[in-house]
């Protein structure tokens, strides 16, 4: 059965230094990837997903992603964090050929310092 | 474009009663998914409804259900609360069933629900 690993829950960041949020799944068939966030009190938004073609994927907003299918890993970067990236980052997958339900990790909560 | 809605955005209810919940997706979209968060478990996938058929059901008891009306509008009621299923539910919609075309989903605020 198809799972996600958030390995951080929590990661604390000064602004301007690099983060990377890890992200691990497990699947016995090819997947379409995602990163979401949620701010405080809110729903959540679509960040970046993985479908196809490019390993690397970015977002609008400085982060990125690479699919490592080796490693079976998704793991979430940004060269350097704002106050305003402070957020709680969920990873989730979706099987090629299954119903489509996302399945998520359990979230890592960036929290970013001045 | 308006987004994803859900009413209400805050619940309080107790035990043994039923609560409704609704959401209105994006415009033009007709596949609306539900999920379940709670601090423990995490986000879980409830069920996925397209063309007012439901597709897809997490694991979750039958006292869970939903429904999707002709505009493509999505309730889900939960019969006999239990303290347990306090939570954040949200709602998500796409433009088509996400399994077969792989489409976006969009989230809502999500409703806020308390078990007293």
């Known amino acids: 059965a198809q799972s996600v690993t958030q390995l951080d829950s929590q990661v604390p960041v000064f602004e301007e230094a690099p983060v990377e949020l890890r992200c691990n799944y497990s699947?016995?068939?090819?997947?379409?990837l995602f990163w979401y966030v949620q701010y405080p009190n809110q729903g959540l938004q679509l960040l970046l997903k993985y479908l196809s073609g490019s390993t690397l994927v970015e977002s609008i907003n400085g982060f990125e992603a690479e699919f490592n299918k080796s490693q079976t890993s998704f793991h979430l970067r940004k060269p350097s964090v704002h106050i305003s990236d402070t957020a709680e980052y969920f990873c989730a997958v979706s099987e090629r050929g299954s119903q489509g339900n996302l399945i998520f990790g359990k979230g890592t909560k960036l929290s970013v310092k001045p | 474009k308006a987004g994803v809605t859900q009413t209400p955005r805050y619940l309080i209810k107790t035990r043994g009663q039923q609560v409704t919940l609704s959401c209105s997706p994006i415009s033009g979209h007709r596949s609306v998914s539900w999920y379940q968060q709670t601090p423990g478990q995490g986000l879980q996938f409830l069920f996925e409804y397209f063309s007012e058929t439901q597709r897809n059901k997490g694991n979750f008891p039958g006292r869970f259900s939903g429904r999707q009306f002709s505009n493509s509008r999505s309730e889900m009621n939960v019969s006999t609360l239990e303290l347990g299923d306090s939570a954040l539910y949200l709602c998500a919609s796409s433009l088509a069933p996400s399994a077969l075309y792989q489409e976006t989903q969009y989230f809502g605020p999500g409703t806020r629900l308390l078990v007293l």
């Open positions: 699947s016995s068939v090819s997947v379409y």
